[in-house]
């Protein structure tokens, strides 16, 4: 699945089943920062010794795809495709960081 997919996807769903929110910026914006911010208490519990590795891994995977939500239903409002975005930062990334050397077979450095 491709990630424009996700993000029309999670669309459709969000206005069909949070009409009322779903469109809010600032409550868009406030469930990623909680979301992420439970991914980062999760890691926090996993260094002091908490949690093993698996039980971070099983909470991660639980939480990672509620930032992914709440990141494209931020950049739904927004008009945002975050597949081209990603594509043209990666394009920058490379060039900034890699002088123009091509990382991956399917990237050229011309």
């Known amino acids: ?3 424009t997919t996700i993000q029309n996807e999670q ?3 969000s206005r069909d089943v949070f ?4 469109d809010s910026l600032i409550h868009q914006m ?3 920062i909680g979301e992420v911010g ?3 208490n999760w890691y926090k519990k996993f260094t002091r010794g908490d949690m093993d590795y698996n039980d971070l ?3 991660l ?4 795809p509620d930032v992914l939500i709440y990141l494209v239903n931020v950049a739904n409002i ?3 495709n975050l597949e081209l975005a990603y594509q043209d930062k990666h394009q920058y990334n490379i060039e900034r960081f890699v002088d123009g050397r091509s990382l991956y077979p399917s990237v050229s450095s011309d």
């Open 30 to 32: 406030f469930g990623l």
């Open 11 to 13: 669309f459709v769903f």
């Open 78 to 80: 927004l008009g945002i």
């Open 19 to 22: 009409p009322d929110t779903a």
């Open 1 to 3: 699945m491709h990630l």
């Open 38 to 40: 439970e991914c980062a």
């Open 57 to 59: 891994l099983d909470e």
């Open 61 to 64: 995977v639980k939480e990672l």
